[in-house]
């Protein structure tokens, strides 16, 4: 039963959007409510979403696609844009280590824990990377459902 996907959404994240970065995450949010309505999952489920959308407006150069996968007892989201890539993967997902620009910085991206987050939060976390573009795979899991 858990298998059982219900449905689909995709929404493209432009690069360097400064001024809408979190509107996806609010959407996510919204579509997802009526399916799951535990707050602790759904604020676990929005933090990661809002981070994945970030790093794809903050540091990409054409922006990336975020893809969120509902099933009945989870949520599975892909995130894949097209570079210019993580050149250290270890690295990126050192807490603190950022290369937000000067702007992002302004404001009060790149604390350097977005990746953390989601890793923590997230019960699979796949990354991979190289200068054709980043993928993002997690899935976080509703435990009270079956
Ligand atoms: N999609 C991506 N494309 C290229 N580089 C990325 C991407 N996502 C993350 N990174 C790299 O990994 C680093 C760490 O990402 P992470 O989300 O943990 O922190 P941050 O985005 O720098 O800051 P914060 O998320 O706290 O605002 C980034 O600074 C960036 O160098
Ligand atoms: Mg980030």
Redesign the pocket.
């Known amino acids: 039963m858990g298998n059982v996907v219900i449905k689909t959404l995709k929404y493209s994240i432009g690069a360097s959007s400064y001024d809408t970065v979190g509107s996806k995450a609010m959407q996510v949010k919204k579509a997802l409510r009526d399916y799951f309505p535990s707050k602790d999952y759904m604020r676990r489920l929005g933090v990661c979403v809002f981070?994945a959308e970030?790093?794809?407006a903050?540091?990409?150069t054409s922006g990336?696609e975020l893809s969120i996968v509902i099933y009945t007892n989870r949520v599975k989201v892909v995130?894949v844009?097209s570079?210019?890539?993580?050149r250290d993967i270890d690295?990126?997902?050192t807490?603190g280590?950022?290369?937000?620009p000067e702007m992002?910085l302004q404001l009060?991206?790149?604390?350097?824990?977005?990746?953390?987050?989601i890793k923590r939060f997230a019960d699979c976390f796949w990354l991979e990377?190289t200068k054709c573009?980043?993928t993002?795979i997690f899935e976080v899991w509703n435990d009270d459902i079956t």
């Open positions: 981070e970030a790093n794809m903050i540091h990409t990336g995130a844009d570079g210019p890539g993580i690295k990126a997902l807490p280590f950022t290369t937000a992002a009060g991206f790149g604390g350097g824990v977005g990746l953390n987050n990377s573009g980043t993002l």
